[in-house]
């Protein structure tokens, strides 16, 4: 059973940045992909980026590429570095953990409760 919890969201200015952490626990080996995903209010829920535990693989959507990067910050810690934020990346952002290295959210059995990113002057 793994478990998740997020931190880092806020408030901040558009053009700012902000380095969301995903700690987890109860991992028992590699073979865990870790995503994000973010969900803002009457939109659906969409994958952010990715990282498979077992050789460090990651892969960020297209179009966030350039200004989202994830990457692990220790043994059971990853982190999305958030910059040039824009308005519309206002959303909460969850990490969630599965067993097998893909994109889609009904695939990660686990999830974090999320942490509430706000881009707002």
């Known amino acids: 059973q793994l478990r998740l919890v997020e931190s880092g969201g806020g408030l901040v200015q558009p053009g700012g940045s902000l380095r969301l952490s995903c700690v987890i626990s109860g991992l028992t080996g590699k073979d865990v992909s870790i995503g994000w995903f973010r969900q803002a209010p009457g939109k659906e829920r969409e994958g952010v980026a990715f990282?498979?535990?077992?050789?460090?693989?990651t892969y960020v959507d297209p179009s966030l590429r350039g200004r989202f990067t994830m990457a692990r910050e220790n043994a059971n810690t990853v982190y999305l570095q958030l910059n040039a934020l824009k308005p519309e990346d206002s959303a909460i952002y969850y990490c969630?953990?599965?067993?097998?290295?893909?994109?889609?959210?009904?695939?990660?059995?686990?999830w974090g409760h999320g942490t509430q990113v706000t881009v707002s002057s």
């Open positions: 990282l498979y535990l077992n050789g460090d693989t």
């Open positions: 969630a953990a599965g067993s097998r290295w893909n994109t889609i959210a009904r695939h990660y059995e686990y």
